[in-house]
Protein backbone atom coordinates (compact mmCIF):
# COMPACT_ATOMS: atom_id res chain seq x y z
CA UNK A 1 0.00 0.00 0.00
CA UNK A 2 1.63 3.55 -1.02
CA UNK A 3 0.79 6.73 1.33
CA UNK A 4 2.67 9.17 -0.66
CA UNK A 5 4.06 9.89 -3.74
CA UNK A 6 8.04 10.89 -3.70
CA UNK A 7 8.22 14.44 -4.00
CA UNK A 8 11.65 16.44 -4.51
CA UNK A 9 12.32 17.98 -1.09
CA UNK A 10 14.85 20.45 0.08
CA UNK A 11 17.52 20.49 2.10
CA UNK A 12 17.18 21.78 5.87
CA UNK A 13 20.97 21.54 7.50
CA UNK A 14 19.66 23.83 10.37
CA UNK A 15 17.96 20.48 11.73
CA UNK A 16 21.22 19.08 12.02
CA UNK A 17 21.55 21.15 15.45
CA UNK A 18 18.78 18.96 16.99
CA UNK A 19 20.87 15.89 16.74
CA UNK A 20 21.54 13.85 20.00
CA UNK A 21 22.45 15.81 22.78
CA UNK A 22 20.43 13.84 25.60
CA UNK A 23 20.49 13.97 29.01
CA UNK A 24 21.05 11.34 31.47
CA UNK A 25 19.15 10.38 35.09
CA UNK A 26 19.66 8.07 37.27
CA UNK A 27 16.94 5.50 37.92
CA UNK A 28 16.02 3.69 40.90
CA UNK A 29 12.77 2.66 40.57
CA UNK A 30 11.72 -0.84 41.56
CA UNK A 31 12.25 -2.74 38.69
CA UNK A 32 10.51 -4.98 39.64
CA UNK A 33 12.49 -5.10 43.16
CA UNK A 34 15.24 -2.42 44.77
CA UNK A 35 18.18 -2.01 43.21
CA UNK A 36 20.94 0.59 43.78
CA UNK A 37 20.28 2.81 40.78
CA UNK A 38 21.94 3.10 37.00
CA UNK A 39 22.33 5.63 34.28
CA UNK A 40 19.92 5.97 31.43
CA UNK A 41 20.84 8.01 28.38
CA UNK A 42 17.50 9.70 27.20
CA UNK A 43 17.61 9.32 23.33
CA UNK A 44 14.19 9.24 22.62
CA UNK A 45 13.90 13.26 23.71
CA UNK A 46 16.39 13.98 20.76
CA UNK A 47 14.69 14.90 17.72
CA UNK A 48 14.16 11.77 15.54
CA UNK A 49 15.26 9.49 18.33
CA UNK A 50 18.20 7.63 19.03
CA UNK A 51 18.16 6.40 15.40
CA UNK A 52 18.41 10.07 13.62
CA UNK A 53 22.56 9.24 14.74
CA UNK A 54 22.61 6.60 12.33
CA UNK A 55 20.51 7.53 9.69
CA UNK A 56 22.36 11.18 9.11
CA UNK A 57 25.29 8.45 9.96
CA UNK A 58 24.25 6.57 6.52
CA UNK A 59 23.28 8.96 4.22
CA UNK A 60 26.19 11.41 4.58
CA UNK A 61 28.77 8.43 4.23
CA UNK A 62 26.42 7.17 0.98
CA UNK A 63 27.07 10.65 0.24
CA UNK A 64 30.54 11.14 0.37
CA UNK A 65 30.94 7.90 -1.78
CA UNK A 66 28.88 8.81 -4.68
CA UNK A 67 26.17 6.26 -3.44
CA UNK A 68 23.33 8.73 -2.97
CA UNK A 69 22.87 11.54 -5.41
CA UNK A 70 21.38 15.10 -4.06
CA UNK A 71 17.68 14.88 -3.79
CA UNK A 72 17.95 11.15 -5.02
CA UNK A 73 15.08 8.87 -2.75
CA UNK A 74 15.89 6.67 0.67
CA UNK A 75 14.76 3.69 0.72
CA UNK A 76 14.36 1.42 3.66
CA UNK A 77 12.64 -1.39 5.97
CA UNK A 78 11.68 -0.50 9.39
CA UNK A 79 9.82 -1.52 12.07
CA UNK A 80 9.36 2.33 12.93
CA UNK A 81 12.01 3.75 14.93
CA UNK A 82 14.82 4.04 12.09
CA UNK A 83 12.02 5.28 10.03
CA UNK A 84 11.44 8.09 11.90
CA UNK A 85 15.24 9.02 12.37
CA UNK A 86 15.50 8.75 8.33
CA UNK A 87 12.64 11.39 8.05
CA UNK A 88 14.11 13.50 10.33
CA UNK A 89 17.94 12.77 7.71
CA UNK A 90 15.81 13.14 4.88
CA UNK A 91 14.51 16.75 5.70
CA UNK A 92 17.90 17.33 6.92
CA UNK A 93 19.76 16.49 3.94
CA UNK A 94 17.60 17.18 1.24
CA UNK A 95 15.95 13.19 0.80
CA UNK A 96 12.37 12.03 -0.50
CA UNK A 97 12.24 8.74 2.01
CA UNK A 98 10.37 5.86 1.33
CA UNK A 99 9.89 3.18 3.31
CA UNK A 100 8.72 -0.23 3.79
CA UNK A 101 6.89 -1.78 6.97
CA UNK A 102 4.38 -4.03 7.56
CA UNK A 103 1.26 -4.77 8.60
CA UNK A 104 1.90 -4.57 12.70
CA UNK A 105 3.15 -1.21 12.19
CA UNK A 106 1.32 1.01 14.63
CA UNK A 107 -1.11 3.33 13.19
CA UNK A 108 0.03 5.81 15.59
CA UNK A 109 3.63 5.82 14.06
CA UNK A 110 1.88 5.22 10.04
CA UNK A 111 0.35 9.00 10.94
CA UNK A 112 3.91 10.21 12.44
CA UNK A 113 5.86 8.98 9.21
CA UNK A 114 2.95 10.67 7.07
CA UNK A 115 3.17 13.91 8.50
CA UNK A 116 6.95 14.11 8.17
CA UNK A 117 6.14 13.58 4.27
CA UNK A 118 7.46 10.15 4.22
CA UNK A 119 6.08 7.76 1.50
CA UNK A 120 4.87 4.34 3.10
CA UNK A 121 4.36 1.08 1.43
CA UNK A 122 2.76 -2.08 3.78
CA UNK A 123 3.35 -5.76 3.22
CA UNK A 124 0.69 -7.94 4.56
CA UNK A 125 1.92 -10.95 5.22
CA UNK A 126 5.40 -12.41 6.94
CA UNK A 127 7.81 -14.35 4.51
CA UNK A 128 7.59 -18.30 5.29
CA UNK A 129 11.52 -17.81 6.55
CA UNK A 130 12.90 -14.26 7.82
CA UNK A 131 9.21 -13.36 9.11
CA UNK A 132 7.71 -9.62 8.47
CA UNK A 133 11.59 -8.74 7.81
CA UNK A 134 12.43 -10.78 4.78
CA UNK A 135 8.64 -9.71 3.15
CA UNK A 136 9.72 -6.12 3.66
CA UNK A 137 12.79 -6.69 2.16
CA UNK A 138 11.47 -8.10 -0.54
CA UNK A 139 9.09 -5.13 -1.80
CA UNK A 140 11.80 -2.91 -0.86
CA UNK A 141 13.79 -4.52 -3.51
CA UNK A 142 11.03 -4.10 -6.07
CA UNK A 143 11.05 -0.70 -5.23
CA UNK A 144 14.66 -0.12 -6.00
CA UNK A 145 14.15 -1.22 -9.47
CA UNK A 146 11.21 1.16 -9.75
CA UNK A 147 13.19 4.34 -8.34
CA UNK A 148 15.82 5.11 -10.84
CA UNK A 149 18.78 6.42 -8.37
CA UNK A 150 16.93 5.09 -5.35
CA UNK A 151 19.92 4.28 -2.26
CA UNK A 152 19.02 1.23 0.40
CA UNK A 153 20.77 1.80 3.24
CA UNK A 154 20.68 -1.73 4.12
CA UNK A 155 21.00 -0.84 8.12
CA UNK A 156 21.52 -3.72 9.28
CA UNK A 157 24.55 -4.34 7.43
CA UNK A 158 25.88 -0.60 6.79
CA UNK A 159 29.05 0.26 8.58
CA UNK A 160 27.71 3.87 9.01
CA UNK A 161 25.16 2.64 11.08
CA UNK A 162 27.45 1.89 13.51
CA UNK A 163 29.66 5.06 13.02
CA UNK A 164 26.58 7.19 13.73
CA UNK A 165 26.63 6.49 17.25
CA UNK A 166 30.25 7.57 17.96
CA UNK A 167 28.42 11.01 19.08
CA UNK A 168 26.70 9.13 21.69
CA UNK A 169 29.93 7.93 23.12
CA UNK A 170 31.34 11.35 23.37
CA UNK A 171 28.30 12.25 25.06
CA UNK A 172 28.19 9.57 27.95
CA UNK A 173 31.95 9.80 28.49
CA UNK A 174 31.35 13.53 28.98
CA UNK A 175 28.18 12.62 31.40
CA UNK A 176 29.63 10.03 33.75
CA UNK A 177 32.60 9.93 35.81
CA UNK A 178 32.80 6.27 35.16
CA UNK A 179 31.03 3.28 34.36
CA UNK A 180 31.45 -0.45 34.61
CA UNK A 181 28.84 -2.43 33.00
CA UNK A 182 27.06 -1.43 30.05
CA UNK A 183 23.58 -2.34 29.19
CA UNK A 184 22.34 -2.48 25.36
CA UNK A 185 19.20 -3.50 23.37
CA UNK A 186 20.59 -5.70 20.24
CA UNK A 187 18.19 -4.91 16.70
CA UNK A 188 20.67 -4.13 14.31
CA UNK A 189 23.17 -3.83 16.28
CA UNK A 190 24.15 -0.43 15.46
CA UNK A 191 24.31 1.25 18.81
CA UNK A 192 26.14 -1.37 20.88
CA UNK A 193 28.60 -1.92 18.59
CA UNK A 194 29.27 2.09 17.46
CA UNK A 195 29.45 2.65 21.58
CA UNK A 196 31.83 -0.08 22.91
CA UNK A 197 34.99 0.89 21.48
CA UNK A 198 35.56 4.62 22.08
CA UNK A 199 33.47 3.54 25.55
CA UNK A 200 36.28 0.65 26.34
CA UNK A 201 39.37 3.02 25.23
CA UNK A 202 37.84 5.66 28.14
CA UNK A 203 36.79 2.82 30.27
CA UNK A 204 39.09 -0.34 29.52
CA UNK A 205 37.31 -2.44 31.94
CA UNK A 206 33.99 -2.36 30.80
CA UNK A 207 31.31 -4.96 30.74
CA UNK A 208 29.27 -4.67 27.72
CA UNK A 209 25.59 -6.94 28.43
CA UNK A 210 23.25 -7.51 24.91
CA UNK A 211 19.62 -7.66 26.05
CA UNK A 212 17.66 -9.65 22.81
CA UNK A 213 14.16 -10.80 22.71
CA UNK A 214 12.85 -14.12 23.41
CA UNK A 215 12.39 -15.42 19.57
CA UNK A 216 15.34 -13.73 18.22
CA UNK A 217 17.83 -15.51 16.03
CA UNK A 218 20.94 -12.63 16.64
CA UNK A 219 22.40 -14.53 19.45
CA UNK A 220 21.73 -18.09 18.10
CA UNK A 221 18.08 -18.81 19.18
CA UNK A 222 15.63 -20.26 17.27
CA UNK A 223 13.23 -17.95 15.44
CA UNK A 224 9.96 -17.42 16.88
CA UNK A 225 7.05 -14.87 16.19
CA UNK A 226 8.00 -12.02 18.73
CA UNK A 227 5.30 -9.33 20.13
CA UNK A 228 8.06 -6.56 20.72
CA UNK A 229 8.99 -4.16 17.84
CA UNK A 230 12.31 -2.61 17.41
CA UNK A 231 14.14 -5.26 19.23
CA UNK A 232 15.59 -8.76 18.38
CA UNK A 233 15.69 -10.16 14.16
CA UNK A 234 14.34 -12.66 12.13
CA UNK A 235 17.83 -12.34 10.43
CA UNK A 236 21.35 -12.42 11.09
CA UNK A 237 22.71 -8.48 10.95
CA UNK A 238 26.15 -7.95 10.28
CA UNK A 239 26.94 -4.95 12.60
CA UNK A 240 26.17 -7.44 15.82
CA UNK A 241 29.81 -7.03 17.39
CA UNK A 242 29.41 -10.61 18.81
CA UNK A 243 32.76 -10.52 19.94
CA UNK A 244 32.58 -7.14 22.31
CA UNK A 245 29.79 -8.79 24.39
CA UNK A 246 30.30 -10.16 28.10
CA UNK A 247 27.08 -12.38 28.30
CA UNK A 248 23.30 -11.66 26.86
CA UNK A 249 20.12 -11.82 28.24
CA UNK A 250 16.91 -12.71 26.50
CA UNK A 251 13.49 -11.04 27.81
CA UNK A 252 9.75 -11.50 26.94
CA UNK A 253 7.14 -8.78 26.45
CA UNK A 254 5.55 -9.30 29.90
CA UNK A 255 9.30 -8.13 31.82
CA UNK A 256 9.21 -5.36 29.18
CA UNK A 257 5.81 -4.38 29.72
CA UNK A 258 6.04 -4.13 33.49
CA UNK A 259 9.29 -2.50 33.33
CA UNK A 260 7.97 0.45 30.70
CA UNK A 261 4.83 0.90 33.61
CA UNK A 262 6.75 0.75 36.43
CA UNK A 263 9.27 3.81 34.89
CA UNK A 264 6.36 5.43 33.66
CA UNK A 265 4.92 5.57 37.13
CA UNK A 266 8.38 5.79 39.03
CA UNK A 267 10.85 7.76 37.15
CA UNK A 268 8.64 9.20 34.82
CA UNK A 269 10.52 8.67 31.74
CA UNK A 270 9.89 5.35 29.95
CA UNK A 271 9.47 4.00 26.95
CA UNK A 272 8.32 0.92 24.33
CA UNK A 273 9.85 -2.88 24.29
CA UNK A 274 13.58 -2.34 23.99
CA UNK A 275 13.79 0.04 26.45
CA UNK A 276 11.49 -1.80 29.19
CA UNK A 277 13.85 -4.51 28.63
CA UNK A 278 16.98 -2.96 28.46
CA UNK A 279 15.96 -1.20 31.83
CA UNK A 280 15.02 -4.60 33.49
CA UNK A 281 18.77 -5.72 32.74
CA UNK A 282 20.04 -2.72 34.06
CA UNK A 283 18.81 -2.89 37.28
CA UNK A 284 19.07 -6.49 37.37
CA UNK A 285 22.66 -5.86 36.90
CA UNK A 286 23.35 -3.14 39.36
CA UNK A 287 21.43 -5.19 41.99
CA UNK A 288 24.05 -8.19 41.93
CA UNK A 289 27.31 -6.38 40.58
CA UNK A 290 27.54 -4.58 44.03
CA UNK A 291 28.83 -0.79 43.95
CA UNK A 292 29.44 -1.26 40.19
CA UNK A 293 28.08 1.82 38.05
CA UNK A 294 26.08 0.80 35.53
CA UNK A 295 24.29 3.10 32.68
CA UNK A 296 22.01 1.62 29.44
CA UNK A 297 20.47 3.77 26.88
CA UNK A 298 16.59 4.29 26.50
CA UNK A 299 16.22 4.21 22.49
CA UNK A 300 12.75 6.16 22.40
CA UNK A 301 10.12 7.56 24.54
CA UNK A 302 6.25 6.28 25.14
CA UNK A 303 4.13 7.90 23.08
CA UNK A 304 3.85 4.89 20.00
CA UNK A 305 3.50 2.43 22.19
CA UNK A 306 0.07 3.93 23.69
CA UNK A 307 -1.44 1.31 21.83
CA UNK A 308 0.47 -1.65 23.11
CA UNK A 309 2.91 -1.60 25.89
CA UNK A 310 0.66 1.08 27.98
CA UNK A 311 -2.65 -0.67 26.80
CA UNK A 312 -4.60 -3.13 29.09
CA UNK A 313 -6.62 -4.30 26.26
CA UNK A 314 -3.87 -5.02 23.94
CA UNK A 315 -2.13 -6.55 26.79
CA UNK A 316 -4.97 -8.98 27.92
CA UNK A 317 -5.33 -9.75 24.65
CA UNK A 318 -1.64 -11.09 23.79
CA UNK A 319 -1.79 -12.78 27.37
CA UNK A 320 0.90 -10.21 28.93
CA UNK A 321 0.26 -10.16 32.67
CA UNK A 322 3.06 -7.65 34.51
CA UNK A 323 2.61 -9.11 37.63
CA UNK A 324 3.72 -12.51 36.88
CA UNK A 325 6.96 -11.13 34.83
CA UNK A 326 10.49 -13.29 36.18
CA UNK A 327 12.19 -11.11 38.59
CA UNK A 328 15.35 -12.80 37.52
CA UNK A 329 16.81 -14.85 34.41
CA UNK A 330 17.33 -18.20 34.02
CA UNK A 331 20.68 -19.65 32.92
CA UNK A 332 21.71 -21.54 30.15
CA UNK A 333 25.32 -22.58 29.48
CA UNK A 334 25.05 -21.88 25.67
CA UNK A 335 22.70 -20.63 23.28
CA UNK A 336 21.66 -23.84 22.31
CA UNK A 337 21.04 -25.60 25.55
CA UNK A 338 17.53 -24.22 25.95
CA UNK A 339 14.72 -22.07 23.91
CA UNK A 340 14.36 -19.18 25.52
CA UNK A 341 10.55 -18.49 26.38
CA UNK A 342 10.90 -15.69 28.96
CA UNK A 343 14.00 -13.83 31.01
CA UNK A 344 17.17 -16.27 29.65
CA UNK A 345 20.88 -14.90 30.62
CA UNK A 346 24.09 -16.37 29.39
CA UNK A 347 27.57 -15.57 29.37
CA UNK A 348 29.04 -17.70 25.99
CA UNK A 349 28.55 -15.74 23.33
CA UNK A 350 28.42 -17.03 19.48
CA UNK A 351 28.11 -15.84 16.16
CA UNK A 352 25.01 -17.81 14.89
CA UNK A 353 26.56 -18.47 11.61
CA UNK A 354 29.69 -20.11 13.15
CA UNK A 355 28.10 -22.48 15.97
CA UNK A 356 29.65 -24.01 18.92
CA UNK A 357 31.65 -26.73 18.38
CA UNK A 358 29.36 -29.50 18.62
CA UNK A 359 25.90 -27.41 18.38
CA UNK A 360 23.51 -27.81 15.68
Not at 26 to 51: N, S, V
Not at 173 to 194: E, R
Not at 287 to 300: I, K, L, M, N, S
Request: hydrophobic share 40%; charged share 20%.
Amino acid sequence: MTTTAVRPTGARPELLALLGRTPVVRITTDLPGAHPGFWAKLEGLAAGGMKARAAVSMLLGARERGELLPGAPVVESTSGTLGIGLAFAGQALGHPIVLVGDSELEPSVRQLLHSHGVRLEIVDRPALQGGWQAARLARLKDLLAELPGAFWPDQYNNPDNTAGYASLAAELTAQLDHLDILVCSVGTGGHSAGIIGPLRRHWPALRLIGVDATGSTIFGQPARPRLMRGLGSSIHPRNVAYGAFDEVHWVGPAAAVDSCRRLARGSFVSGGWSTGAAARVAAWAARVHAGAVVATVFPDGPHRYLGTVYDDAFTTAHGLDPHTAADRPVEIPDPYAAEATGWVRCTRITDPLTPLKGTP
